[in-house]
């Protein structure tokens, strides 16, 4: 196993099981050394509970990246999602060229929309620019929706290999590296992940459950940055990262009262055995 000192910046919705919530206890069972700058507080996620706070932190990081230059801090990994607006794109994008050791893995997931929308506080500006951020990225982690986004291609619900093969081909286009697309689902009981490395495409299938629930998306890119700093190659970090979203769906199907996440907690310990290849 190797320990790496990640650094994750995203939101944190008080209540959701998404972004930094997930994102700490996962990286930390990765036995990652987590350090967190979070881009915004939020009550409750934007995914269904009416009225949220919101606290944008743009503000805070310039002054907490000088005390980490000035204490000499740097990572091994830098990991974003959810971001707190369109001028934190641009400390993030420094953060990215200028806070990284040598060989630093840098990890961007859009965290930006889904289901063919773009979620509630972001508009086109906003895609462009996290567009940008991703250029700059070493793997970015876009569901379907935000590859068509990033890209222009029509956003389909039904669409076979070619489609996918031709949103990899425009994503790269505009530099993008290492791409890993989740939710690619060709048949009605599977779905799985793309993996696009070099000129190689991998795919691992497995099964689909009924339902979507929310904040799937970040658990799966947590468990992957995860699972590839513990040492795992790109493929077998996608296939673990899925099988724990997997697990954690399987925990919640049924409650009806979880409706705004899933249970992951209780099938940590899965994660922590594909890691060790139990
Ligand atoms: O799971 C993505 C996400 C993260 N953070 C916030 C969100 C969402 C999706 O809706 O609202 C605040």
Redesign the pocket.
């Known amino acids: 196993m190797s320990y790496n000192k990640v650094l994750t910046i995203?939101?944190i919705?008080c209540v959701?099981q998404?972004?930094l919530t997930v994102a700490l206890p996962i990286l930390s069972v990765c036995g990652q050394e987590t350090v967190i700058l979070p881009s915004?507080v939020?009550s409750t996620?934007?995914?269904g509970f009416k009225g949220n706070t919101f606290r944008d932190l743009t503000e805070d990081i310039p002054s907490i990246v000088r005390h980490w230059r000035n204490e000499a801090i740097l990572f091994d990994a830098i990991y974003t999602?959810?971001l707190g607006s369109i001028n934190q794109i641009a400390y993030v994008s420094e953060i990215l060229s200028t806070m990284g050791k040598n060989k630093c893995i840098k990890v961007v997931d859009p965290?930006m929309a889904d289901n063919g929308r773009l979620?509630s506080?972001f508009d086109s500006s906003y895609a462009e620019a996290m567009c940008e951020l991703c250029k700059s990225a070493d793997i970015i982690m876009p569901n379907i929706t935000e590859a068509c986004i990033m890209t222009g291609v029509e956003y389909k619900e039904q669409y076979d290999d070619d489609y996918i093969k031709s949103l990899i081909k425009e994503l790269k286009k505009t530099g993008m590296k290492t791409i890993v697309i989740t939710g690619v689902s060709y048949e009605k009981d599977s779905t799985g992940v793309i993996i696009a490395e070099n000129d190689e495409i991998s795919y691992y299938r497995h099964e689909k459950l009924p339902k979507s629930s929310?904040?799937t998306?970040?658990i799966f890119a947590s468990a992957f940055v995860g699972a590839h700093l513990y040492g795992k190659n790109l493929y077998d970090s996608a296939k673990i990262a899925a099988n724990f979203v997997l697990n954690a769906m399987k925990n919640t199907e049924g409650d009806s009262s979880h409706w705004y996440g899933v249970k992951f907690e209780p099938v940590l310990h899965t994660l922590i055995d594909s890691l060790s290849g139990r």
Request: glycine residues 24%; hydrophobic residues 15%; proline residues 0%.
């Open positions: 995203q939101d919705s959701g998404c972004s915004a939020l996620h934007t995914g999602g959810y965290a979620y506080n929310h904040g998306g970040d």
